[in-house]
């Protein structure tokens, strides 16, 4: 039920609000009254005490703003050396629409690179999405007359990101041996398709480009 006093009720106590996270959950959850109100959310008087102690937070036994600029510059030059997948992989993308949808985008990319590494002729293969639940990541899969190669984080830990096998033909959905790589293996299309190639015996020309 809508209570248009709750929001002033909370800012009153704010002082008992410990975190930063609990205080910004109730600061959203006031701006939302303030809409539903139709009141100035900028006028408001729970707001700006709900935010000022957010303020209080964020200074309380906490680094210098110096310090704090440095650390984010830190981590923007960190996230850029990172490939997307990879830092994709570490976080997890469950539950976050958007990172989801970057992991499939880079996914597709890099199975693409892989297809390409593989020398597989176009036409000869399909890249496609699996996006699955909201719970799971879902899976890039490129499937070939003789290779199918899925690519999923979160399923079955790092180092198993990458599922690739032989099959016979693009109605094979179950195929040989699962053999197994990590992300940072297809990062490195090259060295990863002389991988499979070994391993799924397909030194041919013929197998690769039927």
Known sequence: MFDPAARHHKALAARSIATIAEALTTLNAAVADCEKSRHQIDQDPAVLLLARHIGCLALEDRPEQAVLRTACMEAISALGKTPMLIALANRGVSYDADAKATFHAE?????????????????????????????????????????????????????????????????????????????????????????IRHELRLDGAADLAA
């Open 107 to 195: 996914g597709r990319k890099a199975i693409k690179r892989l297809a390409a590494a593989l020398g597989l002729a176009r036409g000869s293969h399909q890249v496609r999405s699996c996006q699955g639940g909201i719970a799971v990541a879902g899976e890039i899969i490129l499937h070939s007359e003789h290779i199918y190669v899925q690519l999923s984080i979160g399923l079955m830990g790092r180092g198993h990101d990458v599922m690739f096998r032989r099959v016979e033909g693009r109605t094979d959905y179950t195929g040989g041996p699962n053999h197994w790589a990590s992300i940072n293996e297809l990062l490195d299309p090259d060295t990863l398709a002389t991988r």
